[in-house]
């Protein structure tokens, strides 16, 4: 008897998740708290270079402003990995809500076989072109040769990051939540030791920071793979799934579609950001503008873990037709995000001198930093509307709703306020700080507004007729 009960323990710990079963809270919970954790660990890959490189001797604050004219492409790496890696997942979420195991592997082979494509495409092509794209992004003489080194060997390892962010959706997708999360911790404690050793010990600054950041996603990526083909794997990664198929293809692109299209649009909004800052304030300002989206990249963290978490829970339930439990995803998630993201706000009002510290504390960058910071998140918790509509749209399989509203906030309204804003009434740089606030507002409320409109309530009446 008991060795028969120790046989179903150990076969129910290889078994994907039944998101149709049990409190959909906690099922969202249980993906969301490992998630939250791993989101938070991974933005510690770039925060924590940050961090050290902002405390190099006599030249930390270039070094600083040099590394954040690199987001911008660093966004269109993370916008790739969406589309093929966020792409996939909700699919998969699907395909194993209709029982359709077979279809949902190979979903997770060509995702797989896309990342490695057009990783090693963008990585040739981002390193042809990176010294015009980084003086067109707002690089400085004094800047260039600081992001050009990190730049450099950081997109060695884009395939790295590709396919250990990319593939890690499907580990989650599972209802394998706490692997998912040592996915990302693994690199993140590797990058953690490794960081201090080559900047301070080996005396290699920005360049050290790049190489232990690579070797970090490295092992992450590693990790990824050996779990989707081994044992513990609910659905196994397999090599005859990864041949293409143009119908299968395409589903998978205009599923992550959104997420490619938030990247993409959040490097766009960088590029306009650093250029406009650098017109109208210099180097300094560029520099105080890659502090406050470290500070952005580390609060969101968790909305981003629970929105992905609730993800593929919904996708599951909306599969089985269980549209009932849709809607208390819906609602747990967005009212999760909001109730967050207020708290949030409250701690960036009331310590900004302490946030930005924690990656310079030169007393120009202090004084500068602090009042731009409480007009950039101000009315924070707007974002979380956005991140809660879009998460709904593309759990369920509705990408263009999702595409358009990433669109609407940056590309719409973000762009032309960051140009317009500092040419009225003379507000120069807080014109740029000014247009994330009202992007927020404007587009969080029209995304979650819609989504209500069109998801929401529709399910509900689905859910009356069955």
Same mark, same amino acid.
């Given at each position: 008897?008991?060795?028969?009960?120790?046989?179903? +323990?150990?076969? *129910?710990?290889?078994?994907?998740?039944?998101?149709?079963?049990? $409190?959909?809270?906690? %099922? /969202?919970?249980?993906?969301?708290?490992?998630?939250?954790?791993?989101q938070l660990v991974n933005v510690l890959y770039n925060v924590v270079d940050r961090m050290y490189i902002g405390r190099i001797p006599g030249e930390g604050k270039l070094a600083l402003t040099g590394l954040g004219l690199t987001f911008p492409i660093l966004s269109i790496v993370t916008a790739f990995t969406n589309l093929f890696g966020q792409g996939g997942a909700?699919?998969? $979420? /699907?395909?194993?809500?209709?029982? %359709?195991?077979?279809?949902?592997?190979? /979903?997770?082979?060509? *995702?797989? +076989?896309?990342?490695?494509? $057009?990783?090693?495409?963008? +990585?040739?092509?981002?390193?042809?072109?990176?010294?015009?794209?980084?003086?067109?992004?707002g690089? *400085?003489?004094a800047t260039f040769p600081y992001a050009d080194t990190y730049l450099t060997i950081y997109l060695c390892g884009s395939i790295f990051v590709m396919v250990g962010l990319g593939m890690n959706g499907f580990i989650n997708s599972q209802g394998f939540g706490k692997t998912g999360m040592l996915t990302v911790m693994i690199g993140a404690v590797i990058n953690l030791v490794l960081d201090p050793v080559f900047i301070f010990v080996f005396h290699l600054g920005v360049k050290g920071a790049a190489i232990a950041t690579v070797i970090s996603q490295g092992v992450s990526a590693l990790w990824v793979l050996w779990f989707l083909t081994g044992k513990k794997a609910g659905l196994k990664l397999r090599l005859s799934a990864m041949r293409l198929k143009w119908e299968r293809v395409k589903n998978i692109t205009v599923m992550g579609l959104s997420g490619f299209m938030m990247a993409i649009t959040n490097s766009l909004v960088q590029i306009f950001c650093n250029s406009t800052l650098q017109?109208?304030?210099?180097?300094?300002?560029?520099?105080?503008?890659?502090?406050?989206? *470290?500070?952005?990249?580390?609060?969101?963290?968790?909305? %981003?873990?629970?929105? %992905?978490?609730?993800?593929?829970?919904?996708?599951?339930n909306y599969g089985a037709r269980k549209y009932q439990r849709v809607c208390k995803g819906i609602r747990f998630s967005s009212a999760a995000c909001v109730i967050y993201t207020v708290a949030a706000w409250g701690v960036i009002w009331l310590f900004p001198e302490f946030l930005i510290r924690i990656f310079n504390s030169d007393a120009q960058m202090?004084?500068?930093g602090v009042p731009s910071m409480h007009v950039y998140f101000f009315g924070f918790f707007m974002m979380s509307l956005q991140f809660a509509g879009q998460s709904v749209f593309v759990g369920l399989g509705r990408p263009k709703q999702a595409v358009f509203f990433s669109l609407l906030r940056k590309v719409v309204i973000v762009v032309p306020l960051t140009l317009l804003l500092p040419m009225v009434g003379g507000l120069g740089t807080t014109g740029v700080f000014l247009a994330e606030p009202i992007s927020n507002f404007a587009g969080g409320l029209a995304c979650y507004l819609t989504m209500l409109w069109l998801v929401y309530r529709p399910l509900r009446k689905m859910q009356d007729e069955l």
């Open positions: 008897m008991m060795r028969q009960r120790m046989k179903e +323990t150990a076969g *129910s710990a290889v078994q994907a998740t039944d998101f149709g079963k049990g $409190s959909v809270a906690r %099922n /969202i919970m249980n993906l969301a708290v490992p998630m939250m954790l791993a909700p699919l998969f $979420s /699907i395909e194993r809500g209709r029982k %359709n195991e077979e279809e949902a592997g190979k /979903i997770m082979g060509n *995702s797989l +076989t896309l990342l490695l494509i $057009s990783g090693a495409v963008l +990585t040739l092509v981002c390193l042809v072109l990176k010294k015009p794209m980084l003086y067109l992004f690089a *400085s003489d017109r109208y304030g210099g180097d300094d300002y560029v520099g105080v503008m890659t502090i406050l989206q *470290s500070v952005r990249d580390v609060l969101m963290m968790p909305v %981003n873990g629970l929105t %992905n978490a609730a993800q593929p829970v919904m996708g599951f202090l004084a500068l």
